[in-house]
């Protein structure tokens, strides 16, 4: 086992394992389920190519020698940074495949991020798309970023070249294409930490919790051989990945259609042409697809998961009557823990929750300040840990002490509370507050009664610096419509919201700016309006 991964203590494991949530399996085993029963069904859509099942694990297979070819043993970690293709998507399983290990980085990632991402996981290889972006080349991204990395060995690029090595034409040679069998317990491949702020954490997943999640997820979002998964989000984050994902479809007999993008230019005419019946977006690609014109290019969609942040019900209501399909809140995090409402939920559940767990091993607390139990009902802080909750980010002990027990549960900065059924309702994050005046405030309930105002269609709420009260809230809105400081006000006045709540700035933008991982980038905004002084 790599130095720097926390396991989970005996007794828990062997918990696991009697319950049968550990399988003690390769996560490729699970993925190559279907084409052994039966190999010609539709396996993956990228544009105009579509591959089988036998087609796709051939390529898989090819793609896995030419890792071996170029030097890659099993353990070696390969940092992934590719756009949403069918190369991200046989890449990754090749590496699974060769045992290498891979690393999830997203497109939107540069220098800062890649380097202590490869230095952390001591990566002999980066992948990179040979396409570059319109503020970036990634090919020389990659040669800047091994160039500080002395680990990194081999620049990949669109995971088919080394240099002048075509990895797909080494499966001829005598290198072996048989897949690597790995244990249940060894790592299958890294994501990286949700943060909105600082360089990501590191998370080892292994087959055998990685494996659980999927499948656990498959099962309460009705995947089947008839499922068609569009892949909207980054395919490198963990909601599209494995929540069930691309993973969960492949894992299922399903298609996965890869979308280059979630913009609305780019998955309407896919779904047009291949009929999605399933695909998962954060809120703010949800409120897009279903203000368009042209929303009835998604009417095969059977279910819409959205996650990332919470949806607001005012929101949430909309998506049946204008996408004809059924919202599944999705609430979860890449350290494990995964929330999700049932397809067969009332609808009050669906709209105005953010689903449950998935596992009966999940132990759930939620704590105060001091970490005491609250009352049934009330928000508190979300502590968590289970058979697919890590314990613990990879080399990271400074930030373990901080973010975990000394029984184990992941401190997930989430303020919740539960209903009676065991379903969370998210009411904003621990860190999430302004502190006007000693009054600690939760930007996400600033948001949702902002919301629930006719002309609001997305909104960010943040302290500005005072030097008096600390900090004054900001409210930065998407509007239908014109809209005030004053209409606002007035509007929290009807909600009867506390007056010190109330917004002291506002400011009307065509798009609130977003992370690589599809969360309101609250750090842009916070940095963008330090200086506020007025309101619009």
């Known amino acids: 086992m790599l130095k720097g991964f926390v396991p989970w203590p005996a007794e828990a494991a062997d918990e696991y394992r009697a319950s049968g949530a550990w399988r003690g399996e390769s996560l490729l085993e699970l993925l190559r389920a279907p084409t052994v029963s039966d190999p010609y069904p539709k396996a993956l859509v990228d544009g105009d190519q579509q591959w089988s099942r036998a087609q796709l694990w051939d390529a898989v297979a090819t793609r896995a020698a030419g890792l071996i070819g170029v030097g890659l043993r099993p353990n070696d970690r390969i940092v992934l940074q590719l756009p949403n293709s069918a190369e991200f998507v046989i890449t990754f399983l090749a590496a699974l495949w060769s045992g290498v290990i891979p690393v999830l980085a997203l497109p939107g990632h540069r220098r800062a991020e890649l380097r202590h991402i490869a230095a952390t996981v001591g990566a002999r290889a980066l992948c990179v798309s040979g396409q570059p972006g319109p503020d970036i080349d990634f090919e020389e991204l990659a040669t800047v970023v091994a160039a500080d990395v002395p680990s990194i060995e081999l620049i990949i690029v669109d995971g088919r070249r080394a240099g002048a090595v075509e990895l797909d034409r080494l499966h001829g040679s005598q290198v072996s294409a048989s897949a690597n069998v790995a244990a249940g317990s060894d790592i299958a491949l890294f994501l990286l930490s949700g943060g909105t702020t600082g360089l990501p954490k590191l998370i080892a997943r292994t087959h055998d919790d990685y494996t659980y999640n999927i499948v656990e997820s498959s099962k309460v979002s009705g995947l089947g051989p008839d499922s068609r998964y569009l892949v909207a989000l980054p395919a490198g984050h963990n909601f599209p990945l494995g929540c069930p994902g691309l993973l969960g479809t492949l894992a299922s007999g399903g298609t996965v259609i890869m979308a280059p ?276």
């Open 261 to 536: 993008s979630p913009s609305v230019k780019s998955v309407f005419p896919l779904a047009e042409r291949f009929r999605p019946t399933i695909s998962a977006v954060v809120p703010a690609v949800a409120i897009s697809w279903m203000e368009a014109d042209g929303r009835e290019a998604l009417s095969s969609l059977q279910v819409l998961q959205v996650g990332g942040a919470r949806i607001n019900p005012e929101v949430a209501k909309g998506v049946k009557p204008k996408l004809g399909c059924t919202l599944q809140q999705v609430f979860g995090m890449a350290e494990g823990l995964l929330n999700y409402t049932r397809l067969d939920d009332s609808e009050a559940v669906i709209i105005h929750t953010q689903g449950r767990k998935i596992s009966k091993l999940d132990d759930i607390r939620i704590v105060d300040e001091r970490d005491q139990p609250v009352e049934a009902g009330e928000v508190g802080e979300l502590l968590t840990r289970g058979p697919y909750t890590i314990r613990g980010y990879f080399a990271a002990p400074e930030h373990n002490a901080k973010s975990f027990t000394p029984d184990g549960f992941y401190r997930t900065g989430d303020l919740v509370r539960a209903d009676e059924n065991g379903n969370l309702i998210v009411e904003g994050r621990a860190k999430d507050h302004i502190n006007r005046g000693g009054e600690k405030i939760s930007a996400e309930e600033i948001e949702n009664y902002a919301l629930s105002h006719p002309n609001v269609v997305n909104a960010a709420a943040i302290g500005v610096p005072d030097p008096v009260l600390g900090d004054r809230i900001c409210l930065v809105v998407e509007a239908t419509a014109e809209i005030s400081l004053e209409d606002v006000r007035q509007h929290f006045t009807d909600s009867g919201v506390a007056t010190f709540k109330f917004p002291e700035f506002l400011d009307v933008v065509d798009r609130l700016p977003l992370t690589n991982v599809g969360k309101v980038d609250k750090a842009g905004l916070r940095e963008k309006y330090s200086h506020k002084e007025g309101s619009r």
